[in-house]
């Protein structure tokens, strides 16, 4: 069976890094190229930990490349309050041989999307910075990308501000460039990964299941996304899962706006569900998750790592 070629766009990050981990040694999926973007902490930082990461799970042999270092347009916040200064505290990692590739991230998705025989899946985990950018720059790429699968957005609230999610905040006008491109897309957002929750016998389970259980261990002792002893919320793995497994996602066609304008709801996905606006569907939107399945599936998938 041939395998689903996908690029990840990321910004490393705690919950970045078990996404990574479980889409580098899925058998289903082959990560052609990871791109970076500032996100969770500055773009030199989350850049060095995607190098870090690939070197400990010793897949130097895919191709890094650097992306954008502040949004579109606004002013660049991280999200070091919760995956620590460097992004990736707790642990310690080897420095990397690998370095980034000469093109930059929107080039390099360009390159690798017109080059591949066969349709490619982005995987965006991060801000869409540069997502927005290759697709404005190069739409000719739009006719061989099978769709974008992003984890962003919420049809409920938010966890940066009142209503919006931290990737789509972080650019609101790149995710508004991104939704209105006409290319297939799915929204696993922050309603799914409140329930995609790694709860503490989880942990204890993988922690000396191999190497990427140990370092998963480590990690989540330093992560804020929830709590260590009453469940950790795996944001960007609910993306992987929903690539593997769709099945443990309830679904609905719908149309998805991107707030700008609002003074205090800037970033915020309107996700119509009842049709108010009259509009032509644009998303498929993740809006809840098996969460006993996804537990398990996140167990057995970190048990294929090295």
Not at 81 to 94: A, R
Request: charged share 25%; hydrophobic share 40%.
């Amino acid at each position: 069976m041939s395998k689903r070629p996908i690029i990840i766009d990321t910004d490393p990050g705690i919950d970045d890094a078990l996404a990574i981990a479980i889409a580098l040694f899925s058998e289903e999926l082959d990560v052609k190229l990871i791109t970076t973007v500032a996100g969770n902490v500055g773009i030199d930082l989350v850049t060095h930990n995607a190098l870090r990461l690939l070197k400990y799970f010793e897949r130097e042999d895919i191709p890094v490349a650097k992306g954008a270092g502040s949004p579109l347009i606004r002013e660049f916040e991280d999200a070091s309050n919760v995956h620590g200064k460097t992004g990736m505290e707790g642990f310690d990692f080897e420095e990397p041989t690998q370095t980034v590739i000469k093109e930059n991230a929107v080039d390099a998705m360009r390159n690798t999307i017109l080059n591949s025989d066969e349709k490619i899946t982005l995987v965006p985990i991060g801000p869409l910075t540069n997502i927005a950018l290759l697709l404005k720059t190069y739409p000719e790429v739009k006719e061989n990308i099978e769709e974008i699968v992003l984890m962003g957005g919420s049809a409920s609230r938010g966890n940066k501000g009142v209503m919006s999610e931290f990737n789509i905040a972080s650019d609101p006008e790149a995710a508004y460039m991104v939704f209105h491109s006409g290319v297939k897309l799915t929204m696993v957002g922050l309603d799914v990964g409140l329930n995609a929750l790694v709860l503490p016998e989880d942990s204890e389970a993988i922690k000396d299941m191999n190497k990427t259980g140990k370092m998963a261990y480590c990690l989540f002792k330093k992560y804020r996304g929830g709590s260590f002893n009453t469940g950790l919320k795996m944001y960007d793995s609910s993306a992987i899962a929903y690539l593997l497994r769709p099945d443990m996602f309830e679904v609905q066609e719908t149309y998805i706006d991107v707030e700008l304008a609002g003074s205090m709801t800037a970033g915020c996905t309107l996700v119509d569900l009842r049709g108010y606006l009259g509009k032509e569907n644009n998303a498929t939107a993740c809006l809840g998750i098996d969460a006993d399945a996804f537990r398990k599936w996140f167990v057995e998938s970190i048990k294929k790592c090295i």
